[in-house]
C-alpha cells in the first residue's frame, strides 16, 4: 500500500481505478441495509431493487447460512458467517483494547452478559466500481446502549490456544465501530484505519504525525489521529443507510425474520433492536486520507462497553476473510538420475491461483527443499489463463481475479526422498513490496528410484612351464566389468577364488579398484597364478571321470566384492554359495591345463 497524500490513481488489491472522494459507491446501493434480513419489504433504499437480475443487489438472507464462507454468495465476491455457537471465548484482560496491538489481547472461555453476547458475526466483500465491505451481527438480547466493534485485518488473525492471538495489525487495517444508543435504527458510526508509527505504509495525519502517536486534537475529523494507532478514516456521527452515505449502520426497529436466527425462536426471529448491518466504501475512504484500499485476509466482530476508543471489549467472533487471497497447489514428478549418475533431476510444479477479486502482482513462489537445497530467488510463477490475445497479462507473474500461473522448481539432489514445502508471495500494487502471503502452503515429497546392477565376465588360458626338470600350469586370466545401471558406481574391488572347487577355499582380494560411468566397461587383468587343485570331474566317452577330452581342468571364480552407487541402490546376489552370496557380481571361468587337441593324451 501507498499512503503518501494527496490525489492520485487508487489500486484496489488490483483494480485501478480514478477515484475522487465525491464518487462514492454507497452500500445501499449494492446491498439492502434496511434493518431487515430478507429482500425489500418496504420502501428500502431508493437504489436497490430485485426486479432486475443485473442489479448488484443482496441481502442478508441471501448471503448468510452456516458453511457459507468464503464462497461468495449473490453479487458477492467473498462472504463470512460466523455463529456464535462456534465460539465460547470473550476478550479478557485490561490490554484488550481495540487501540492496543494484538499481542497484548487476552481471551477466556468465560460467560458474556447477554446483552453483549453475540448470536452470530457476518461480512461480505464486493468489488462492483469500488471496494465495498458490508458487514452485520446480531446480540442475544439487549438492555441500554449497545457497541459494536468490526475488525478487518490485513493479515491472519487467530486464536492461539493458550489465552492469546496469533497475528499482528498492520497498517492500512480497518476498524468501525458503531453505538447504539436507546434502541433507536439510526446508530452512530465510525471507521479508523491501524496506523501504527514504525510499521511499513504509515499514513502522515493532518497535523503531520507519521503513524499516530497520540490524539490530534479532542475532536478528530478524516485524517486525524484518534488515539495512538489509529487514524480517523470516517468522523463519528448518524450515518443513514437510505441516505446514500459512503458509510453506514443500521438497526431493527421491530421484530425481522432471519433464516439462520433459531436460538430463542423455532421461525427465526430476532427482536429490535439485536440485528446490527452496515457497509463502508473502503475505496472512497482511504481515498479521503490520501492512501490506497488493502486487502484484507481475517475479520473480527465484537462487543464494546462503549463506543470510546479506549471501551473494554467484551464478546467476539473471529475468522477468515481473505478479500485477496492466492493458492497454491504443488506436485512432484519421480526425479530422474542425470546423465553422470550422480545426482536425481527433479522437477517439483504447480499452479498459483488469484483467489481473490483483485489484480496481483509480481507473483512468486519460494520453494524450500530438505534435505537442503541451496535456496535461489522466488520463482515466477507464468499466467496460463486463457491466450495472449484474451490476457494482458498471458506469460507474466501478474495474476488477475480468478487467473491461475505455472511454475517449476527444477534442482538436483542425490537423495530418493526429498521433502518439498512452497508459499507464494504477491504485491497489490504494482512495482510494490510482497506483503501477500497464499494461504495455504502447498507440500509434497519428491521421489526416485535407481536401481543399477554389475556384471562381471571372465575368461582364462593356461600355459605349461618347465623349471629344473618340472613341469608347472601357469594360469592367466581377466575380463570386464560392465556398469548396467543409472548410477555412477565407484570403489569395485574385485577377489578371485583359484581353486573355485573347494567351497571353503580362501579369495584372493585383487589389487586396486574401479570407477564406472552409468553404461560404461573396463577391463581388468591380464593376472597370473598356478593352480593348487585340478578338476578331474569331467568324465570320457569311457566313462572314467577325467578321462574326457582335455581331461584336466582349472575351474576359477572371480567375484565383485565391494562397490558404491553415487545414487539409489546396487543389486547384490543372492545365492547359496557363500562365496558369492551378498556379492555384486560373479563370473566362472574353466581353464583346460591341454589347451591343443591330444596335448594330453596319453
Given at each position: 500500500?501507498?499512503?503518501?497524500?494527496?490525489?492520485?490513481?487508487?489500486?484496489?488489491?488490483?483494480?485501478?481505478?480514478?477515484?475522487?472522494?465525491?464518487?462514492?459507491?454507497?452500500?445501499?446501493?449494492?446491498?439492502?441495509?434496511?434493518?431487515?434480513?430478507?429482500?425489500?419489504?418496504?420502501?428500502?433504499?431508493?437504489?436497490?431493487?430485485?426486479?432486475?437480475?443485473?442489479?448488484?443487489?443482496?441481502?442478508?438472507?441471501?448471503?448468510?447460512?452456516?458453511?457459507?464462507?468464503?464462497?461468495?454468495?449473490?453479487?458477492?465476491?467473498?462472504?463470512?458467517?460466523?455463529?456464535?455457537?462456534?465460539?465460547?471465548?470473550?476478550?479478557?484482560?485490561?490490554?484488550?483494547?481495540?487501540?492496543?496491538?494484538?499481542?497484548?489481547?487476552?481471551?477466556?472461555?468465560?460467560?458474556?452478559?447477554?446483552?453483549?453476547?453475540?448470536?452470530?458475526?457476518?461480512?461480505?466483500?464486493?468489488?462492483?466500481?469500488?471496494?465495498?465491505?458490508?458487514?452485520?451481527?446480531?446480540?442475544?438480547?439487549?438492555?441500554?446502549?449497545?457497541?459494536?466493534?468490526?475488525?478487518?485485518?490485513?493479515?491472519?488473525?487467530?486464536?492461539?490456544g493458550t489465552g492469546g492471538f496469533n497475528g499482528s495489525h498492520a497498517n492500512g487495517d480497518v476498524f468501525?465501530?458503531?453505538?447504539?444508543?436507546?434502541?433507536?435504527?439510526?446508530?452512530?458510526?465510525?471507521?479508523?484505519?491501524?496506523?501504527?508509527?514504525?510499521?511499513?505504509?504509515?499514513?502522515?495525519?493532518?497535523?503531520?504525525?507519521?503513524?499516530?502517536?497520540?490524539?490530534?486534537?479532542?475532536?478528530?475529523?478524516?485524517?486525524?489521529?484518534?488515539?495512538?494507532?489509529?487514524?480517523?478514516?470516517?468522523?463519528?456521527?448518524?450515518?443513514?443507510?437510505?441516505?446514500?452515505?459512503?458509510?453506514?449502520?443500521?438497526?431493527?426497529?421491530?421484530?425481522?425474520?432471519?433464516?439462520?436466527?433459531?436460538?430463542?425462536?423455532?421461525?427465526?426471529?430476532?427482536?429490535?433492536?439485536?440485528?446490527?448491518?452496515?457497509?463502508?466504501?473502503?475505496?472512497?475512504?482511504?481515498?479521503?486520507?490520501?492512501?490506497?484500499?488493502?486487502?484484507?485476509?481475517?475479520?473480527?466482530?465484537?462487543?464494546?462497553?462503549?463506543?470510546?476508543?479506549?471501551?473494554?471489549?467484551?464478546?467476539?467472533?473471529?475468522?477468515?476473510?481473505?478479500?485477496?487471497?492466492?493458492?497454491?497447489?504443488?506436485?512432484?514428478?519421480?526425479?530422474?538420475?542425470?546423465?553422470?549418475?550422480?545426482?536425481?533431476?527433479?522437477?517439483?510444479?504447480?499452479?498459483?491461483?488469484?483467489?481473490?477479486?483483485?489484480?496481483?502482482?509480481?507473483?512468486?513462489?519460494?520453494?524450500?527443499?530438505?534435505?537442503?537445497?541451496?535456496?535461489?530467488?522466488?520463482?515466477?510463477?507464468?499466467?496460463?489463463?486463457?491466450?495472449?490475445?484474451?490476457?494482458?497479462?498471458?506469460?507474466?507473474?501478474?495474476?488477475?481475479?480468478?487467473?491461475?500461473g505455472v511454475w517449476s522448481d527444477p534442482y538436483t539432489s542425490a537423495s530418493t526422498s526429498v521433502a518439498?514445502?512452497?508459499?507464494?508471495?504477491?504485491?497489490?500494487?504494482?512495482?510494490?513490496?510482497?506483503?501477500?502471503?497464499?494461504?495455504?502452503?502447498?507440500?509434497?515429497?519428491?521421489?526416485?528410484?535407481?536401481?543399477?546392477?554389475?556384471?562381471?565376465?571372465?575368461?582364462?588360458?593356461?600355459?605349461?612351464?618347465?623349471?629344473?626338470?618340472?613341469?608347472?600350469?601357469?594360469?592367466?586370466?581377466?575380463?570386464?566389468?560392465?556398469?548396467?545401471?543409472?548410477?555412477?558406481?565407484?570403489?569395485?574391488?574385485?577377489?578371485?577364488?583359484?581353486?573355485?572347487?573347494?567351497?571353503?577355499?580362501?579369495?584372493?582380494?585383487?589389487?586396486?579398484?574401479?570407477?564406472?560411468?552409468?553404461?560404461?566397461?573396463?577391463?581388468?587383468?591380464?593376472?597370473?597364478?598356478?593352480?593348487?587343485?585340478?578338476?578331474?570331474?569331467?568324465?570320457?566317452?569311457?566313462?572314467?571321470?577325467?578321462?574326457?577330452?582335455?581331461?584336466?581342468?582349472?575351474?576359477?571364480?572371480?567375484?565383485?566384492?565391494?562397490?558404491?552407487?553415487?545414487?539409489?541402490?546396487?543389486?547384490?546376489?543372492?545365492?547359496?554359495?557363500?562365496?558369492?552370496?551378498?556379492?555384486?557380481?560373479?563370473?566362472?571361468?574353466?581353464?583346460?591345463?591341454?589347451?591343443?587337441?591330444?596335448?594330453?593324451?596319453?
Amino acid at each position: 500500500m501507498n499512503f503518501q497524500k494527496g490525489c492520485k490513481f487508487l489500486i484496489i488489491c488490483s483494480t485501478v481505478l480514478c477515484a475522487a472522494v465525491a464518487m462514492a459507491q454507497a452500500p445501499s446501493t449494492i446491498f439492502e441495509l434496511d434493518g431487515t434480513a430478507g429482500p425489500l419489504s418496504g420502501p428500502g433504499p431508493a437504489n436497490c431493487t430485485y426486479t432486475a437480475a443485473n442489479q448488484p443487489c443482496d441481502y442478508w438472507n441471501l448471503i448468510n447460512s452456516t458453511g457459507s464462507s468464503g464462497v461468495g454468495r449473490g453479487h458477492s465476491v467473498l462472504n463470512t458467517f460466523i455463529a456464535g455457537s462456534s465460539s465460547t471465548n470473550a476478550f479478557t484482560g485490561g490490554h484488550s483494547k481495540d487501540a492496543l496491538p494484538i499481542s497484548g489481547w487476552a481471551y477466556s472461555s468465560s460467560n458474556t452478559p447477554p446483552k453483549d453476547g453475540l448470536n452470530a458475526g457476518y461480512a461480505a466483500a464486493y468489488s462492483i466500481t469500488d471496494f465495498d465491505v458490508i458487514f452485520g451481527a446480531d446480540r442475544f438480547e439487549g438492555s441500554g446502549d449497545a457497541n459494536s466493534g468490526i475488525w478487518f485485518f490485513q493479515n491472519n488473525v487467530s486464536l492461539n490456544g493458550t489465552g492469546g492471538f496469533n497475528g499482528s495489525h498492520a497498517n492500512g487495517d480497518v476498524f468501525v465501530v458503531s453505538s447504539f444508543v436507546n434502541g433507536g435504527g439510526n446508530p452512530v458510526i465510525a471507521a479508523y484505519a491501524w496506523n501504527q508509527p514504525g510499521l511499513p505504509h504509515a499514513i502522515t495525519s493532518n497535523d503531520g504525525q507519521n503513524g499516530c502517536s497520540s490524539a490530534s486534537n479532542n475532536n478528530p475529523q478524516v485524517g486525524d489521529c484518534a488515539s495512538g494507532n489509529l487514524l480517523v478514516l470516517v468522523a463519528q456521527g448518524v450515518a443513514n443507510c437510505t441516505s446514500g452515505n459512503f458509510t453506514c449502520a443500521t438497526a431493527n426497529t421491530g421484530t425481522i425474520n432471519a433464516k439462520w436466527a433459531t436460538y430463542n425462536s423455532p421461525s427465526g426471529t430476532i427482536t429490535s433492536p439485536f440485528f446490527f448491518s452496515g457497509g463502508i466504501d473502503i475505496t472512497h475512504a482511504f481515498a479521503a486520507v490520501g492512501g490506497t484500499a488493502p486487502c484484507f485476509a481475517s475479520f473480527l466482530e465484537e462487543t464494546r462497553t462503549s463506543q470510546s476508543i479506549s471501551a473494554v471489549l467484551k464478546d467476539f467472533l473471529l475468522g477468515g476473510f481473505p478479500v485477496c487471497s492466492m493458492s497454491i497447489t504443488k506436485n512432484c514428478p519421480a526425479g530422474t538420475a542425470n546423465s553422470g549418475g550422480t545426482a536425481f533431476n527433479y522437477n517439483p510444479n504447480g499452479v498459483v491461483t488469484n483467489t481473490g477479486i483483485g489484480t496481483l502482482y509480481e507473483v512468486q513462489v519460494f520453494d524450500t527443499v530438505a534435505p537442503a537445497i541451496t535456496p535461489g530467488p522466488g520463482i515466477n510463477v507464468s499466467n496460463n489463463t486463457g491466450t495472449a490475445v484474451t490476457n494482458p497479462y498471458f506469460g507474466t507473474n501478474t495474476l488477475r481475479a480468478g487467473d491461475t500461473g505455472v511454475w517449476s522448481d527444477p534442482y538436483t539432489s542425490a537423495s530418493t526422498s526429498v521433502a518439498d514445502s512452497a508459499y507464494a508471495l504477491a504485491s497489490e500494487t504494482p512495482n510494490g513490496s510482497q506483503t501477500l502471503q497464499s494461504t495455504n502452503t502447498a507440500q509434497a515429497t519428491c521421489a526416485a528410484q535407481a536401481n543399477t546392477q554389475l556384471t562381471i565376465t571372465k575368461s582364462c588360458s593356461t600355459t605349461l612351464q618347465v623349471s629344473s626338470g618340472a613341469v608347472s600350469v601357469v594360469v592367466s586370466y581377466g575380463g570386464t566389468i560392465t556398469n548396467a545401471g543409472p548410477s555412477k558406481v565407484t570403489g569395485i574391488t574385485l577377489e578371485d577364488y583359484p581353486d573355485s572347487s573347494n567351497m571353503n577355499g580362501a579369495g584372493t582380494p585383487l589389487t586396486g579398484s574401479y570407477s564406472l560411468l552409468p553404461g560404461a566397461s573396463v577391463n581388468y587383468g591380464p593376472l597370473t597364478y598356478s593352480p593348487s587343485l585340478i578338476d578331474q570331474t569331467i568324465t570320457g566317452s569311457d566313462g572314467i571321470a577325467g578321462d574326457g577330452a582335455g581331461r584336466f581342468f582349472f575351474s576359477d571364480l572371480v567375484t565383485i566384492t565391494a562397490a558404491t552407487p553415487s545414487i539409489g541402490t546396487l543389486t547384490k546376489v543372492v545365492s547359496s554359495d557363500p562365496r558369492t552370496n551378498g556379492t555384486y557380481g560373479f563370473a566362472t571361468a574353466s581353464c583346460p591345463i591341454c589347451q591343443g587337441s591330444g596335448e594330453c593324451t596319453p
